[in-house]
């Protein structure tokens, strides 16, 4: 498993370079509400020809790209830019995350945001973070719910649903230094596992959005609920532990 990562990891820092400081930015539209680039397709291709070459036999799995079917019992999933919006307006807070499933279930994950030098290894309960040169393995530190920030994003096709559970989470958030929506929905789970936000709540996710960075999560030592039917995943530091529990049972 090392080996199979750290030769992911050299792929996904080499295209990095790629967008970290990017001109001619091509803005295309799926449909009227959510937008894609050149780079994104981009990122997608290189990775894709890469990791397949390389591990022909998986399976792979991208937003920007159909499916394809290995025979082996891993599958890669990838989002080539999350955080798309954040890319496209020049605020460097988006990332490359690419997961790796092993039987359907999350089981690695690299996430790395190339401006800010910044990338997420999980791998066999480990939880490694990476800054420019530096190299921690991460254990999530416990924090003060009244010096903790939290933070949530929602897709456009949930909102009859947000509408349901917004008084609960705004209650839930009272307690709290502040709340931010920062754009990036890997990076910010890997910031729970990290200790800069104490809580991520997303309502409205696919697998590539969640697939590497809640590997890393867990393996830092933060705690999840997650419901695929509903796809509503919330990210938590174990000291909230009875905070998100008690939001839970209102919801």
């Known amino acids: 498993m090392e080996k199979r990562l750290k030769k992911a990891l050299q792929i996904v820092l080499k295209i990095g370079k790629k967008i ?7 803005i295309k539209r799926k449909d009227k509400n959510e937008a894609y680039t050149n780079y994104d397709i981009l990122v997608n291709e290189y990775i894709k020809e890469k990791i397949l070459k390389k591990f022909k036999y998986d399976s792979f799995i991208s937003e920007e790209s159909k499916k394809v079917e290995g025979s082996s019992e891993y599958t890669w999933v990838l989002d080539p830019i999350d955080g798309t919006n954040n890319f496209i307006t020049g605020i460097p807070f ?25 990338t997420f290894l999980s791998y066999n309960n480990k939880a490694i973070f990476y800054n420019k040169k530096t190299k921690k393995y991460i254990t999530t530190p416990e924090i003060k719910k009244e010096n903790s920030l939290i933070s949530y994003g929602i897709s456009r096709t949930k909102l ?8 609960s989470w705004n209650k839930l958030k009272a307690g709290f230094q502040a709340t931010r929506n920062l ?46 039917e509903k796809s509503f995943l919330i990210v938590y530091n ?12 209102e919801i």
């Not at 970290?20 to 091509?26: A, H, K, M, P």
């Open 94 to 118: 988006f990332c490359i995350s690419l997961g790796l499933l092993k039987n359907n279930d999350y089981y690695a994950g690299i996430v790395h945001n190339p401006v800010l030098g910044e």
């Open 20 to 26: 970290s400081n990017t001109e001619n930015i091509v």
């Open 160 to 167: 009859n649903e947000w509408d349901k559970i917004k008084k």
């Open 238 to 249: 174990n000291n909230l532990k009875n905070d998100v529990q008690s939001f839970l049972s």
């Open 183 to 228: 754009g990036s929905a890997a990076i910010e789970i890997c910031y729970v596992g990290l200790g800069r936000l104490g809580i991520y709540m997303i309502l409205g996710y696919n697998i590539w959005d969640i697939a590497a960075a809640l590997v890393f999560a867990k393996n830092s030592g933060a705690d999840f609920y997650i419901n695929h």
